[in-house]
């Protein structure tokens, strides 16, 4: 039993360091430390760099194009980028949709879509929630009928994650009403250019243009575009919510949010003192760092039985439960630690070249847009409720 | 990074599981506490013959030379049954200590009496005005002839009141509050000037007031220097601790499964009502914690004194605050029967709870965490 790495992942780790150093843009790094916003030529240039260095494609197979790394490198390598600030790689090309092109997909398909999603020439969003289908994801009703050698799609989906951005949407379908739930879906891949699609931006609560609602209106869908067999998508569906979920913990990202906090606590006064001195603030910081080191642990145990052949299943449930909530309970004290100045909202001061004057602290500008905004993370993704079904079912037996 | 146990610490755990297994049947566990002594005799010979009273010491006294994640190993397995005898007081308080300082002439005769299961310990260390705070020694030792005479008060002493032995701290220099000037003792517990008030602790296990009035005390290690030992050796007990809540956490969550899968209302189990599927689902939750934070100590041991000592007040905080919702919910979920002290989940709560109030609790050690905050996991 050894906690440690060993000296090849240590070496594999200062590998990645040295390459954050010298690769990862410092204004991109900057936004993404102080929660400003990050625009779409953002994404899309640290993604190519990361494409040229050949670690796009965590989870692919090596024939791919993949790095054909280890579930222990992997982890290394997401936990240093979340910790020197790299964004977020944006999951519904190359972790959502390319998977299921490479398990359930023709050459045809692979050749088509999979270089310009390793390049990101090309924005994928998702195209599963529907208003009436949420954690009954089933249930959804968007329809396609097949005519010769078409699809004809109807029906609307919603919480379309950086769909304005999009070229291409992978969408579940409805395609046979008369089977039994989960029987009759199928997986479609369909060109956002289409006539008939119209994309409606949806405000949150912080203001932001995040997500879309996406109407498709007599969309005509080639019948090469299906993915796997018709009336099969759900197989597909199911293989992604369990494929490689080692990052779902997020240890990394609340490391670097941790650290940044204590930075912040310890600058701002109160009552004359720093706050990272006032006793409960500093308490729920020690509770945020233990439970931290308790997720991490479990995470890496998590990560080691991947790396002994072990299939995580069930398992990233716990993960995603923990993960979240701490991510969640850091925000709050962002917002604690802002005081009075956690009410201002100028959303104008997000952008990293406003030249103007900020209120109250440089850091305050963000917190509590940033912690409505993480609400979305016990929402998304299967709630934490749905999460805790899961763990009900499958591990308990329940 | 390794997960996995070696050959020897599996061999181990098989060893103390299958004891457990078949030596502790919950009735034979009754049999045990409700007796005068609180544990048996027998059971402390067959740990002997199994070599288990060992495991921290040297091969040369006949040990098995292991550190934290062999004996969280077998705390782990003891806290699955939850096992009565002094072994936590023996060996890992008492012995770890006595190894840690003693000369070699008094480790050939103390620790191969403790391995051969002739000699049972007990540290008194704490004492009733510093809580948790082990530096906080009133208790003094003064030179006499060739030894010392100790006067002072402990409290809650563990296994104080079957101990052959007391390993006692006590002040050589310095005012109450001192870090330095602490020094070791082994004193005979039916020495005189030694008078101990034994008790049943409300988990089932024994302990004692004791009070030193003049005792005769032979010192182990140099005089005043014994602080760096003593927090090793209460590291190592926490560790053994929160493999032991872990182990016990893991059998009140399988206990409570079990129940909530065959107890029938409203014509269902009751296991089929999400509002418990939720709640079973965070009491396993909490035990993934318990778990890590025990690995993640019990292979701190040996890291820089900052790092490790961040960890183990972390893991120790942590069994206290996860323990404890552990417990609360498997009396819970076991509705009037885990209210019953016929039903077992009821003890294995109880344990699980008390673990909190020994070697700090979540309080105690969230103020240690809160003190260590700047130290990160590169710390030399």
Redesign the interface.
């Given at each position: 039993?050894?906690?440690?790495?060993?000296p090849e992942?240590l070496a594999f780790r200062n590998e990645v360091r040295a390459f954050l150093d010298e690769k990862l843009p410092k204004d991109i790094a900057s936004k993404v430390k102080n929660s400003q916003h990050l625009g779409k030529e953002d994404t899309i240039r640290w993604q190519k760099i990361l494409n040229e260095q050949g670690w796009m494609a965590l989870h692919w197979p090596k024939e791919y194009g993949g790095t054909g790394w280890s579930p222990?490198q992997k982890h290394i390598f997401e936990e240093e980028c979340a910790e020197y600030g790299a964004p977020t790689v944006l999951p519904f090309g190359v972790n959502m949709v390319a998977p299921v092109i490479i398990k359930f997909g023709t050459e045809e398909q692979k050749k088509t879509y999979l270089p310009s999603i390793l390049n990101s020439d090309v924005w994928w969003c998702q195209g599963y929630s529907e208003p009436g289908a949420g954690s009954d994801l089933a249930g959804l009703k968007t329809k396609a009928v097949r005519e010769g050698d078409h699809y004809v799609v109807n029906g609307q989906k919603t919480w379309t994650t950086l769909g304005q951005h999009a070229d291409w949407i992978f969408c579940l379908v409805r395609t046979d009403p008369n089977a039994k739930k989960q029987e009759g879906i199928s997986f479609l891949l369909i060109d956002m250019q289409t006539p008939g699609i119209t994309v409606r931006p949806l405000i949150t609560l912080d203001g932001e243009h995040e997500v879309n609602e996406v109407f498709f209106d007599d969309v005509k869908v080639p019948v090469e575009n299906l993915v796997g067999e018709e009336n099969k998508g759900w197989t597909c569906a199911k293989y992604l919510l369990t494929f490689e979920r080692t990052g779902i913990a997020g240890v990394g990202q609340s490391k670097a949010a941790l650290k940044h906090l204590?930075e912040v606590a310890a600058k701002v006064q109160q009552n004359g003192k720093p706050l990272i001195e006032d006793p409960l603030f500093?308490?729920r910081?020690?509770?945020v760092?233990?439970?931290l080191?308790?997720?991490e642990?479990?995470n890496?145990?998590t990560?080691?039985?991947a790396q002994?052949g072990g299939v995580p299943g069930a398992e990233s449930s716990?993960l995603k439960?923990?993960g979240t909530e701490l991510r969640q309970e850091i925000t709050d004290l962002f917002r604690r630690a802002a005081g009075p100045y956690a009410q201002p909202f100028l959303p104008e001061t997000f952008e990293a070249d406003y030249g103007g004057d900020m209120v109250g602290p440089d850091f305050a500008n963000t917190v509590s847009a940033k912690y409505f905004n993480m609400r979305k993370l016990s929402i998304f993704g299967g709630s934490n409720?749905i999460q805790?079904?899961i763990?009900?079912k499958m591990?308990?037996?329940? | 990074?390794?997960?996995?146990?070696?050959d020897e610490?599996r061999m181990l755990e098989e060893t103390v599981g299958r004891l457990v297994r078949d030596g502790y049947p919950f009735d034979v566990r009754e049999k045990a506490r409700t007796s005068e002594l609180g544990y048996s005799t027998d059971m402390w010979q067959q740990f002997a013959e199994l070599g288990l009273l060992g495991v921290p010491f040297a091969e040369d006294f006949g040990g098995f030379n292991g550190g934290g994640?062999e004996l969280m190993v077998v705390a782990e397995g003891f806290g699955r049954g939850l096992v009565l005898e002094p072994y936590l007081a023996t060996v890992v308080l008492g012995g770890t200590l006595i190894n840690a300082l003693a000369s070699d002439a008094q480790k050939e005769t103390l620790i191969s009496a403790i391995i051969g299961g002739e000699l049972r310990l007990a540290l008194a260390a704490y004492e009733p005005q510093g809580r948790y705070d082990h530096t906080q020694v009133a208790t003094r030792a003064d030179k006499q002839g060739d030894g010392y005479v100790i006067s002072g008060q402990k409290a809650v002493v563990l296994h104080g009141d079957s101990a052959d032995k007391l390993v006692v701290i006590a002040r050589t220099s310095g005012g109450d509050n001192d870090r330095d000037g602490l020094s070791a003792f082994v004193v005979d517990a039916g020495a005189e000037g030694v008078s101990r008030r034994g008790y049943p602790t409300i988990d089932g296990l024994h302990a004692a007031e004791i009070t030193f009035d003049k005792a005769a005390g032979e010192r182990l290690g140099e005089e005043g220097k014994a602080i760096d030992a003593l927090e090793k050796t209460l590291a190592l007990g926490i560790v053994a601790l929160c493999a032991e809540a872990t182990g016990a956490m893991e059998v009140a969550c399988d206990q409570t499964?079990a129940y909530?899968?065959e107890r029938q209302q409203f014509g269902v189990p009751i296991?089929?009502f999400?509002a418990l599927?939720?709640r079973?689902?965070?009491m396993?939750?909490e035990l993934?914690?318990?778990?890590?934070?025990t690995?993640?100590a019990?292979?701190?041991l040996e890291a820089a004194p900052a790092l490790r000592a961040k960890?183990v007040a972390?893991a120790k905080?942590?069994i206290g605050k996860s323990g404890r919702k552990v417990a609360e919910e498997a009396i819970q979920l076991h509705g009037g029967m885990g209210m019953m002290e016929e039903t077992a989940v009821s003890h294995y709560a109880k344990r699980i709870v008390m673990i909190d109030h020994q070697l700090g609790d979540l309080g105690y050690h969230?103020q240690q965490?809160?003190g260590l905050?700047d130290v990160d996991d590169d710390a030399a």
């Open positions: 039993m050894d906690i440690n790495y060993t992942e222990i204590k500093r308490n910081l020690a509770d760092e233990m439970e080191m308790a997720l642990m479990t890496l145990r990560v080691a039985a002994a716990f439960i923990m409720e805790k079904n763990i009900a591990i308990l037996g329940l | 990074m390794d997960f996995k146990l070696s610490q994640p499964l909530i899968k296991g089929k999400q599927q939720h079973m689902v965070e396993r939750m993934e914690k318990a778990r890590s934070m690995i993640l019990a292979c701190s960890r972390a905080a942590l969230m965490l809160e905050l």
